[in-house]
């Protein structure tokens, strides 16, 4: 059994107390959602619970296994007691600041929007009650989290205060209850955890940004080739094109420009290491910035070539083309001639389509591969081929996809409406330049390089002639 610790002390939990954590005590004040979370978490944990309410006896449920008292009785039989109370309401904790005294406080709280008071909550209740122990934590979980227990992409928990006692304490508290934690260092963090929760998607917003622009522009240059050009010279109404056939352009467009985003800068460092010739120098910010935005880009792309998928497939159901079809068929009648079979569009479009299947069958085993609980179960080699290896056959099959789409359109000065190249030659543009890169990065020279810089090697002195830069030593052995 642990030595029974002193109100005055700081609650440590030691090897021995947690081989029989049901002598645990923790307390909680407040009965919320997110007080009856927590506290179903930490019973089911094996820890003794009790909570402390204005309102003991009509508190509403709690979870079985739990004691509810009143604010100051159940202060006293914790030495850990969860603050799960909005600011506002902090005022009656003034007035248990001697039974208080030494323990430790576990501020949970948030605030609606940001910079509305002074000073960060955690701040607060430590000025509040002095001789507290006041720990910012779980506050960027949500009741949900903690009922259902963690997931693989809600498992951290920060946590910041001024006491190392009291932080390992909250800690392993954390860590039993399946979390991973992370120290952001004194109780002067806590403002910036506090606006943890307040952010909305922060590594989504350049990717959306990204793509709202690119989906913005190729919309209204493709609205000025395929409708606006009709109108004007000849005289075509063709504004029923936007609904389906110029989305149909747009989104695969957008697409296949995010795809080759998502390892462009992977090229570009490769690049810049064997400039340096050392793996030990930072990247610029905006590349930093760039690679780790990497997911939320390919995600994104995913979601637009699925797009491109339903659209393509309600294509043999639009009137539009039904009346087309109708016409011809109608047309040959009259004529009574037959169109002759053309085995080279027969090649050309089967191999079209069949490069689009493979090509987005290989987006969804990506997109699959990045879900934290499939990326959880790989090795990092075999999560490594799968978004290196096989992210760059997927961008190739994408990009033979569309150079088969295009076919000799270029040739013809028809294809160049107002003198503008067709969209999916300007899409063309980043990967065919990312898979260029990539080609010359697998030369066995360049490849070997590179694989020594990975590995630590350094070009300490350039301009020494008798040490000769190790790119063009391999070079040289070929």
């Not at 204005?54 to 004691?67: F, N, Y």
């Not at 460092?269 to 930072?282: E, H, M, V």
């Not at 002759?340 to 479009?349: H, I, L, P, Q």
């Not at 980043?430 to 070009?459: A, H, M, N």
Request: hydrophobic share 45%; net charge positive; charged share 20%.
């Amino acid at each position: 059994m642990s030595e029974e610790v002193k109100p005055e002390s700081v609650s440590l939990y030691s090897v021995s107390a947690a081989a029989t954590p049901e002598q645990e005590a923790v307390c909680i004040f407040g009965t919320g959602d997110l007080g009856r979370s927590l506290g179903q978490r930490l019973l089911q944990s094996g820890y003794r619970l009790v909570y402390g309410s204005r309102r003991p006896h009509s508190c509403g449920p709690i979870p079985p296994g739990a004691q509810v008292m009143s604010h100051e009785i159940a202060a006293r039989s914790a030495s850990l007691v969860f603050v799960c109370v909005h600011r506002e309401h902090y005022d009656f904790l003034e007035t248990l600041a001697p039974h208080l005294k030494g323990k430790v406080l576990v501020d949970v709280s948030n605030n609606l929007k940001k910079n509305m008071y002074p000073e960060a909550n955690a701040e607060f209740l430590q000025r509040l009650i002095p001789g507290a122990h006041v720990v910012k934590a779980f506050n960027t979980l949500s009741a949900w989290a903690l009922q259902n227990g963690p997931s693989d992409a809600n498992r951290q928990v920060y946590l910041c205060g001024n006491s190392l006692e009291a932080k390992q304490a909250v800690a392993e508290i954390a860590t039993k209850l399946g979390f991973n934690v992370q120290d952001r260092g004194s109780l002067s963090a806590a403002r910036e955890l506090e606006d943890f929760p307040l952010q909305l998607f922060p590594e989504w917003r350049l990717p959306m940004r990204l793509t709202i622009g690119l989906t913005a522009f190729f919309f209204f240059y493709l609205l000025i080739r395929d409708v606006i050009f009709a109108y004007v010279n000849q005289g075509k109404d063709n504004s029923f094109r936007i609904m389906v056939s110029l989305a149909n352009k747009v989104f695969p467009i957008v697409s296949l420009i995010l795809l080759s985003l998502c390892y462009l800068p992977g090229v570009i460092a490769a690049f810049l290491q064997l400039y340096r010739g050392t793996k030990y120098k930072r990247f610029p910010d905006w590349l930093d910035r760039w690679m780790l935005c990497r997911k939320q880009l390919g995600l994104i792309a995913l979601a637009l070539a699925s797009l491109h998928v339903l659209y393509t497939l309600i294509i043999p159901i639009r009137y539009y083309v039904r009346f087309r079809l109708a016409a011809n068929t109608i047309s040959q009648i009259k004529e009574n001639k037959t169109s002759v079979f053309d085995t080279t569009m027969g090649w050309r479009t089967d191999s079209y389509y069949s490069m689009g299947i493979l090509g987005f069958g290989l987006y969804l085993l990506l997109g699959i591969a990045s879900l934290p609980s499939v990326s959880n179960a790989l090795s990092w080699r075999e999560f490594s081929f799968i978004q290196s290896k096989l992210g760059y056959l997927t961008l190739f099959f994408c990009t033979f996809h569309t150079y088969l789409y295009g076919w000799d359109k270029f040739l013809f000065i028809s294809s160049f409406k107002w003198y503008t190249p067709p969209g999916y030659m300007l899409c063309l543009v980043v990967p065919s330049v990312v898979l260029l890169l990539k080609l010359l990065l697998l030369l066995p020279c360049v490849d070997k390089s590179l694989t020594r810089i990975r590995q630590g090697w350094e070009r300490t002195d350039p301009e020494d002639d008798s040490k000769k830069s190790l790119l063009a030593k391999d070079c040289q052995k070929l």
